[in-house]
């Protein structure tokens, strides 16, 4: 597509619920990351893909957050057991290069997590 | 470890007029790049000007333009003739790294306000 797409944009989940955050990137792009934005915080990195592996998970809080990517194009960021501080705007980020900066990320328009 | 500091939660400029937008950072490495985007609230991470840390000729894109410091670690956004369209959450953000290592760190942000 012309643009790295999220789904859901808003998703209110209840305290305990799971919940899969889609990202769909650019046709193409070998490298795609997720980060978590606080309200009034920078996005804080989560994790990061280069093609179907995933090289860097570091920044997941917990193990309650899973990754996956398995045909190395769309992406699952899914939650389990959501707790309040969960709730957060998950940007999703495509690049051409592998891992290099050179040729710019494009992010999508993140989906806004409000666990209830 | 890298950080990436904006200490002005915030700042209001006429339209017309210029403001000048800090940042310092803080990182071992000799190469890496540093970045500003500009966030909407439609929540789109959008690239406003790449800095290259070996390169000393501060990067300029139309009424955009940085001041880089590398011994002192300073990163600033100068905005000329400021537009009321340039009203959004600004960010500073550093990179390093290649492959699995490779990751953008992000400030807090400011809020940038444009009067009519």
């Known amino acids: 597509g012309a643009g790295v797409s999220q789904s859901p944009r808003y998703k209110v989940a209840k305290r305990g619920q799971d919940v899969a955050l889609r990202c769909d990137p650019i046709?193409?792009?070998?490298?795609l990351f997720w980060y978590q934005q606080a309200l009034g915080q920078g996005p804080e990195f989560l994790t990061y893909f280069q093609n179907e592996a995933q090289l860097d998970k570091s920044g997941l809080p917990s193990d309650r957050f899973f990754a996956e990517r398995p045909e190395g194009s769309v992406s699952t960021l899914k939650i389990q057991r959501t707790q309040q501080e969960d709730s957060a705007v998950y940007l999703c980020?495509?690049?051409?290069?592998?891992?290099?900066?050179?040729?710019?990320?494009?992010f999508g328009s993140g989906t806004r997590l409000t666990v209830v | 470890a890298q950080t990436v500091t904006q200490s002005q939660p915030e700042m209001s400029v006429q339209e017309a007029e210029t403001v000048t937008l800090s940042c310092t950072y803080d990182?071992?490495?000799?190469?890496?790049?540093l970045f500003w985007y500009k966030q909407p609230p439609s929540r789109q991470m959008i690239l406003v000007i790449r800095q290259e840390a070996y390169k000393q000729q501060n990067a300029t894109e139309n009424r955009f333009s940085v001041n880089f410091q590398k011994a002192a670690k300073s990163f600033s956004l100068k905005i000329s003739d400021s537009q009321l369209g340039d009203t959004a959450m600004y960010f500073c953000a550093l990179y390093r790294g290649t492959g699995a290592n490779s990751k953008l760190t992000f400030g807090k942000g400011i809020t940038l306000s444009v009067r009519p």
């Open positions: 990182t071992s490495e000799n190469n890496y790049y």
């Open positions: 980020a495509s690049s051409s290069a592998t891992g290099s900066v050179v040729y710019g990320y494009t």
């Open positions: 046709s193409g792009h070998v490298s």
